[in-house]
């Protein structure tokens, strides 16, 4: 017989009033059980038209501030969240029949940040950041191809490739963070973590 926590729900959603906490619960029991990159998030925006867009990005890393991801910031999600900040994420983990949804507003991370990551990063994935002009048409394979090698040959020392300006971090600051463990008869157990005006968390349950 599952156990329970206060609110009734199955003991995996512990008994906590900080959701950053729960998700790292969550995620640590992830990174277990999924057996391709747990930290694969569906991530969603907008254009200033209300034009939705939705791809799969790796969250790179979490805190009380945020949830932090890098991409070219002139791709078209990073366009998009130049010309409108909110944004929505979505963890879905198979292995647990759980699912994670997130809203908030996005903003940049400090260079400092983003140097230190891109710093961390493989030297192919480095130059792949300078060579690839991402979400823009290519009119061939070998367009791309050769854009690498010649940035290779630019930056031929592997430890000294310096961070483009066109490449960064962004942080979703949640607004709302939604924890979701699949029922049977589709019967789930849904817990949603507000944060009010004072920056405090609040905990409502949500029907099925």
């Not at 589709?186 to 004072?198: C, D, F, G, P, W």
Request: hydrophobic share 35%.
């Amino acid at each position: 017989m599952n156990q329970k926590n206060s609110l009734g729900l199955n003991n995996c959603f512990l008994d906590l009033e900080d959701p950053i906490q729960l998700f790292k619960e969550w995620m640590e029991k992830a990174k277990l059980s999924e057996p391709n990159d747990p930290n694969a998030v569906a991530l969603a925006t907008s254009s200033k038209n209300n034009i939705p867009s939705l791809r799969m990005v790796l969250l790179k890393d979490f805190n009380k501030n945020g949830f932090i991801f890098y991409t070219n910031l002139n791709s078209q999600k990073g366009n998009e969240l130049k010309e409108n900040p909110n944004a929505a994420m979505c963890f879905h983990w198979k292995s647990l029949l759980r699912q994670i949804r997130i809203i908030g507003k996005i903003s940049l991370v400090p260079d400092e940040v983003a140097d230190k990551y891109y710093s961390s990063r493989a030297y192919e994935s480095q130059i792949g950041a300078w060579a690839s002009n991402q979400s823009e048409k290519l009119k061939t394979r070998n367009q791309l191809i050769k854009s690498i090698e010649d940035y290779k040959k630019k930056f031929n020392d592997k430890k000294k490739v310096p961070r483009p300006n066109h490449w960064s971090g962004w942080n979703l600051s949640p607004d709302s963070i939604e924890f979701w463990l699949d029922g049977d008869n589709r019967i789930h157990e849904r817990l949603k973590y507000t944060k009010n005006s004072n920056g405090e968390w609040t905990k409502s349950l949500l029907s099925p």
